[in-house]
């Protein structure tokens, strides 16, 4: 078995539990038992907080810390010494601990990962519409999305990774009707445009010349939200909606022929960011399904038809409001798509979790999903789970797509590698390479950039992206950690160069100093991180415990000599020190989905 932190504090919480039965009678149930990093100015490693302790012991804080802490000693080989301050117990772990865990991750691919009961996840990520092309919102998406896939496989589940192209409704009317009335058969390639640049500028140009027909009603004197309503465009694109449900075949020549376009684009980006998908779902499939389930719970009396010929879900009994399922005309909203999709899902994949990367502002529409799918009676409605996360800014502020200020994701994955390659120019430190490395290597730093400084905050929070700030070369960045991976593998390049062979184990008497142990401690809380980072879906953790790794790995590299050092053993221990470092570096990143360079 592998001698991982998370059964070393596993295996401190049961003897401490033992320890209360055998010395009191009795003990407080495991999840009373806190366990933290002994802070710095007091000697220890690992501190159990006694105070749950004390109605069983009916002795001070300091007595029955002590108790527990002799009886530790007398029972765990592990533990070689204990204080205790003010109901505090403090534990030392044995600095040969250090090195036999450090032997037992220099063999271990796995890293001492903790496999949970394996579950059939659905991950959704992505979700974009065919009416514009991805941005920076889509970026955080796409990116929490995946690394949240791989988190989870690494956990032992079986994901499968799904997209839902949004290519129906109103909005992609919007686009088809202003590119039909003024795009004069423009084609990507006859502009030279990205399709999905193409179509989402007649999306731009519908509400332009949208909200001038509106402001001239409300001129005439109609009322701003009448004049909405009666634009003659709005009209008019809500008749193409209308032709297209009705399969008019012109109509779908168009929509089919602009939804290729994006198709194209999406592709194209999704290939730049180093994202993909198992399987791809259309609004345009899946709404019928949802329709025909609308019309199931109608004759169940799950919902019911208002006077208009609208079908309604009336949810005011958990504290929501009525939601309507179907218009008046027969045409579908936006849920009964998603009532479709998850149905058709749970057919594909008979999941035991669906999470939905989906942003705030839709949190409201994901009760309502869950609840109606909960009243149509499908038991698997209740592994559904909406990640909700945050909004992305940038130092200006909001971004509107409708009036085409938003951040351009193909804009930004490119400014990103340019200012890698600036900021690098300015180094120096790529001279010599060939101009394709060179590029290659900019292209894996200015997207590690951009992804890192993403996922490096929870996903629930909002959150502003600087461009200029995630590329530094200097602290919490993926540059930075980028970077150190680089330093490690030059090192070991270095040691090949000079027959320093690399250690397959490290001898066992040789004791860690306290930096090398607290590098080693930090190693071996990898394994918990991700396990967390899987039960809570955030993939911040590991993004913020790769980059503490980074600090502590540095600050041992700047104190000690490696390759320098005299003393064989000691040698071969901060060489494997700098070999798992190494490891988890890249085991870390890919969890994030983020490329490593092989020199910086």
């Keep these: 078995m592998h001698e991982n932190n998370l059964a070393l ?14 010395l009191y009678g009795n003990a407080p149930d495991a999840d009373q038992v ?3 990093q002994t802070r710095r100015e007091f000697e220890g490693d690992i501190t159990a907080v006694v105070f749950p302790f004390i109605r069983y012991s009916k002795k001070t804080p300091e007595q029955t810390g002590n108790d527990i802490g002799r009886y530790l000693v007398d029972h765990m080989p592990e533990i070689k010494s204990f204080n205790t ?24 691919p796995s890293f001492g990962l903790v496999k949970a009961d394996p579950k059939v996840y659905v991950v959704e990520y992505s979700s974009p519409n065919t009416n514009k092309p991805l941005h920076l919102g889509h970026i955080r998406n796409n990116l929490i999305g995946f690394s949240l896939s791989r988190i989870l496989e690494a956990t032992g589940h079986k994901v499968h ?12 009317c919007k686009s088809m009707l202003a590119w039909m009335k003024w795009g004069n058969g423009a084609t990507p390639g006859t502009t030279g445009k990205k399709g999905d640049h193409l179509v989402g500028d007649y999306y731009v140009l519908f509400e332009q010349e949208y909200r001038k027909e509106a402001d001239r009603l409300v001129q005439q004197g109609m009322d701003p939200d009448e004049a909405r309503r009666s634009a003659p465009l709005i009209e008019e694109a809500q008749e193409l909606l209308r032709r297209w449900e009705a399969h008019d075949s012109d109509t779908w020549k168009t929509w089919q022929m602009m939804n290729q376009w994006v198709d194209e684009g999406f592709n194209e980006t ?7 998908f198992d399987k791809i779902y259309y609004e345009s499939e899946t709404y019928t399904h949802g329709k025909a389930i609308v019309m199931e719970g109608l004759d169940k009396g799950v919902f019911a038809r208002h006077d208009d010929g609208s079908v309604w879900v009336d949810l005011t009994a958990e504290g929501l409001d009525e939601k309507v399922l179907l218009r008046s005309d027969g045409t579908s909203v936006y849920i009964t798509q998603d009532l479709g999709t998850a149905h058709l899902r749970y057919e594909d994949f008979h999941f035991d979790r669906h999470v939905y990367v989906v942003g705030n502002e839709q949190n409201y529409h994901f009760q309502v999903l869950f609840k109606v799918l909960a009243r149509m009676g499908f038991p698997w409605a209740q592994g559904l789970y909406h990640l909700s996360y945050g909004m992305v800014e940038l130092p200006e502020g909001k971004m ?32 010599g390479l060939e101009t394709s490395e060179i590029e290659r290597i900019m292209r894996i730093i200015g997207l590690g ?31 930075f950690i980028q970077y150190t991976y680089a330093r490690i593998q030059s090192l070991l390049r270095n040691a090949a160069e000079r027959k320093i062979p690399v250690p397959h184990g490290v001898p066992g008497h040789v004791i860690p100093n306290s930096k090398e142990q607290s590098l080693i401690r930090r190693l071996s809380m990898y394994a918990t991180a991700v396990s967390e980072a899987a039960e809570e879906y955030n993939p911040a953790l590991i993004a913020n415990y790769v980059y503490e790794l980074v600090k502590e790995y540095n600050q041992f590299y700047h104190d000690f000599p490696v390759l320098g050092e005299p003393d064989p053993a000691t040698r071969e221990l901060r060489i494997a020190l700098s070999v798992c470092t190494g490891k988890v570096i890249r085991s870390a990143m890919y969890l994030l989905g983020i490329e490593l360079p092989p020199r910086m």
């Design 449 to 479: 950039a951009l992804k890192y400084f993403i996922l490096k905050v929870d996903p629930r929070k909002n959150m502003t992206f600087d461009p200029k700030e995630s590329i530094d070369f200097n602290g919490n960045t993926g540059p």
């Design 400 to 431: 509107k797509s409708r009036e085409g200020t938003v951040v351009d994701a193909d804009d930004l994955i490119s400014e990103m590698i340019d200012t890698a390659t600036g900021m690098s120019k300015e180094l120096g430190k790529l001279d």
């Design 85 to 108: 301050i003010k109901g505090f117990l403090n534990l030392k772990i044995d600095p040969l601990y250090w090195t036999r865990y450090l032997n037992s991750l220099l063999n271990d």
């Design 270 to 276: 999704y290939r730049a960011l180093g994202v993909s």
């Design 9 to 22: 504090e596993e295996k401190i919480t049961g003897m401490i539990l033992e320890a209360s039965g055998s």
């Design 161 to 172: 990774r799904v997209n839902i192209v949004n290519d129906r409704g109103i909005h992609i």
């Design 34 to 36: 806190q366990l933290q």
